[in-house]
C-alpha cells in the first residue's frame, strides 16, 4: 500500500498568515491526490482534487500544488473559519485510497 | 447535484452483526466506483473498502483489518450501496461515510455512526 504522510502534524498562525502543509507519498502517484477539510462533527469537505483543481465553492485563498510524491495546500490568508483539520488522500492506484494522518491548524 | 445519505448505525454488541445503507441519487449510479472510509473517534480517516462499477464486474477490495469480516454489495437498479459487518469489534467503533469517485472527484455522504460496545 502506498504510504501518505503529512508535515506539520500541527499548526499555529495568525489571521492573515500564509500557511502551508506538505503531504507526501511513499511512491509516485502522479496528481491522483485530494485535500479535504474536516471540522469537529462534521463530514470532510473536499477542498483541491487532482492536485491542483479547487472543488466548486471553495475560496480561492486554498490553493494545492506538486506532483508525483511530494504535493502542497497553501492557504494564502488564514481566516478564522479555516480552524479545523486537514488531511490528504491519494488515489492513484487499485491498492487502497490511503490518507495522511492529518494536520490541525488553529489560529495562535 | 450528488447526494450520499447513509442509514442504519446504532449500538451493537461485540460479536454482532449490522448493516449500513447509503442511497444515491444525483449522478449515474451503475457508473462509478463507491467506497466506504470510516472514522473513529478522535482519530483519522480510515478507508475501509470499494466496489467497482458494472464495466469491471463489481469486484471489491477490503483493507486488511476488515477483510473476512464486512462485506460490500450494490444494488445498480436502487442506486444503493450496502456494508455488511459482522463478527464486530469495539475497534470498529466509527462514524462510516460512503464515498463516490465521479471523473477523479470524490463526493462524501454526512456519515453514520456505528458503536460496538456491551
Known amino acids: 500500500d502506498i504510504q501518505m504522510t503529512q508535515s506539520p502534524p500541527t499548526l499555529s498562525a495568525s489571521v492573515g498568515d500564509r500557511v502551508t502543509i506538505t503531504c507526501r507519498a511513499s511512491?509516485?502517484?502522479?496528481?491522483?491526490l485530494a485535500w479535504y477539510q474536516q471540522k469537529p462533527g462534521k463530514a470532510p469537505k473536499v477542498l483541491i482534487y487532482?492536485?491542483?483543481s479547487l472543488e466548486t465553492g471553495v475560496p480561492s485563498r486554498f490553493s494545492g500544488s506538486g506532483s508525483g510524491t511530494e504535493f502542497t495546500l497553501t492557504i494564502t490568508s488564514l481566516q478564522p473559519d479555516d480552524c479545523a483539520t486537514y488531511y490528504c488522500?491519494?488515489?492513484?492506484?487499485?491498492?487502497?485510497?490511503?490518507f495522511g494522518p492529518g494536520t490541525r491548524v488553529d489560529i495562535k | 447535484e450528488v447526494q450520499l445519505v447513509e442509514s442504519g448505525g446504532g449500538l451493537v454488541q461485540p460479536g454482532g452483526s449490522l448493516r449500513l445503507s447509503c442511497a444515491a441519487s444525483?449522478?449515474?449510479?451503475?457508473?462509478?466506483?463507491m467506497d466506504w472510509v470510516r472514522q473513529a473517534p478522535g482519530k483519522g480517516l480510515e478507508w475501509v473498502g470499494r466496489?467497482?462499477?458494472?464495466?469491471?464486474?463489481?469486484?471489491?477490495?477490503?483493507a486488511a483489518s476488515v477483510k473476512g469480516r464486512f462485506t460490500i454489495s450494490r444494488d445498480d437498479s436502487k442506486n444503493s450501496l450496502s456494508l455488511q459487518m459482522n463478527s464486530l469489534k469495539t475497534e470498529d467503533t466509527a462514524v462510516y461515510y460512503c464515498?463516490?469517485?465521479?471523473f477523479g472527484r470524490g463526493f462524501w455522504g454526512q456519515g453514520t455512526l456505528v458503536t460496538v460496545s456491551s
Open positions: 487532482q492536485a491542483s
Open positions: 464515498v463516490v469517485w465521479i
Open positions: 488522500q491519494q488515489y492513484n492506484t487499485y491498492s487502497p485510497f490511503t
Open positions: 466496489t467497482r462499477n458494472r464495466v469491471e464486474n463489481y469486484t471489491t477490495e477490503y
Open positions: 511512491q509516485s502517484i502522479g496528481g491522483w
Open positions: 444525483g449522478f449515474t449510479f451503475s457508473g462509478h466506483y
